[in-house]
């Protein structure tokens, strides 16, 4: 009962502080380059803890830390560091130009959650925000366990790691090219103005 109400309130408060927050961003445009409000963030982080399951926040990981850092840190290089940025500052140019932006993960507001709550998160993504669900097979969730290792991490992350994230990234057509080039440069197979024609 007591959540219900505290569910409600939660609601009712989006809904005033939204609508507070439009006629303010309405007078001013609304662009997604804008930081988010201290309202705004108070309400949709407040929303958000009042409708997460209990049973989901207090989930045990049941993966064991030391033996998935690695598998863990490329999955996160190839699918979240497009918009959470290798080292989870989301300082890169995805992240950044959502609304919300994709937080900075080291700091206390992502580190504070439980482990059963960055669970849930990354299994059913964010409404209303650029988060996307990864989760709904089993073979999933293991992987949603481990990545929750891997956050855990990130505040103790070494530049070796992230040198070593870069090369797993995805890469555009472009890049692959201009890196098939640089190879073919330095084996001596392509004349030097053909590299140095390259544009980008
Ligand atoms: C398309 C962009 C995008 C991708 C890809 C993405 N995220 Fe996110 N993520 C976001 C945004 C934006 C937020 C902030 C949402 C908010 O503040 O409500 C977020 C929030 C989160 C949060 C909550 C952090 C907090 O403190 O609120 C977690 C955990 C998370 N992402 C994990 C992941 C993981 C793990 C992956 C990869 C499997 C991933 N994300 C991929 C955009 C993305």
Same mark, same amino acid.
């Given at each position: 009962m007591r959540k219900i109400i505290l569910l409600t309130f939660g609601f009712l408060l989006l809904i005033v502080v939204g609508g507070l927050v439009f006629l303010k961003t309405s007078a001013g445009g609304f662009s997604a380059r804008a930081d988010p409000t201290f309202p705004e963030i108070f309400a949709a982080r407040t929303a958000r803890s009042l409708a997460m399951p209990s049973n989901a926040r207090e989930?045990? /990981?049941?993966? /064991?830390?030391t033996t998935v850092l690695d598998e863990a840190m490329e999955h996160w290089a190839d699918?979240?560091?497009?918009?959470?940025?290798n080292d989870g500052a989301g300082q890169v140019q995805m992240g950044r130009q959502m609304y919300p932006h994709?937080?900075?993960?080291?700091?206390?507001p992502t580190q504070t959650l439980t482990d059963g709550e960055l669970f849930y998160i990354i299994e059913n993504g964010i409404r209303l925000s650029g988060m996307p669900a990864w989760g709904g097979s089993k073979v999933g969730e293991q992987a949603s366990w481990k990545l929750v290792h891997f956050i855990r991490h990130l505040p103790d992350l070494s530049a070796d790691e992230i040198a070593q994230m870069e090369k797993l990234n995805p890469k555009s057509p472009d890049e692959i090219e201009q890196e098939k080039e640089e190879e073919q440069f330095l084996n001596g197979d392509a004349p030097p103005e053909a590299h140095t024609q390259h544009k980008h």
């Amino acid at each position: 009962m007591r959540k219900i109400i505290l569910l409600t309130f939660g609601f009712l408060l989006l809904i005033v502080v939204g609508g507070l927050v439009f006629l303010k961003t309405s007078a001013g445009g609304f662009s997604a380059r804008a930081d988010p409000t201290f309202p705004e963030i108070f309400a949709a982080r407040t929303a958000r803890s009042l409708a997460m399951p209990s049973n989901a926040r207090e989930r045990i /990981n049941p993966v /064991n830390k030391t033996t998935v850092l690695d598998e863990a840190m490329e999955h996160w290089a190839d699918h979240c560091a497009v918009c959470h940025g290798n080292d989870g500052a989301g300082q890169v140019q995805m992240g950044r130009q959502m609304y919300p932006h994709a937080p900075d993960m080291r700091k206390e507001p992502t580190q504070t959650l439980t482990d059963g709550e960055l669970f849930y998160i990354i299994e059913n993504g964010i409404r209303l925000s650029g988060m996307p669900a990864w989760g709904g097979s089993k073979v999933g969730e293991q992987a949603s366990w481990k990545l929750v290792h891997f956050i855990r991490h990130l505040p103790d992350l070494s530049a070796d790691e992230i040198a070593q994230m870069e090369k797993l990234n995805p890469k555009s057509p472009d890049e692959i090219e201009q890196e098939k080039e640089e190879e073919q440069f330095l084996n001596g197979d392509a004349p030097p103005e053909a590299h140095t024609q390259h544009k980008h």
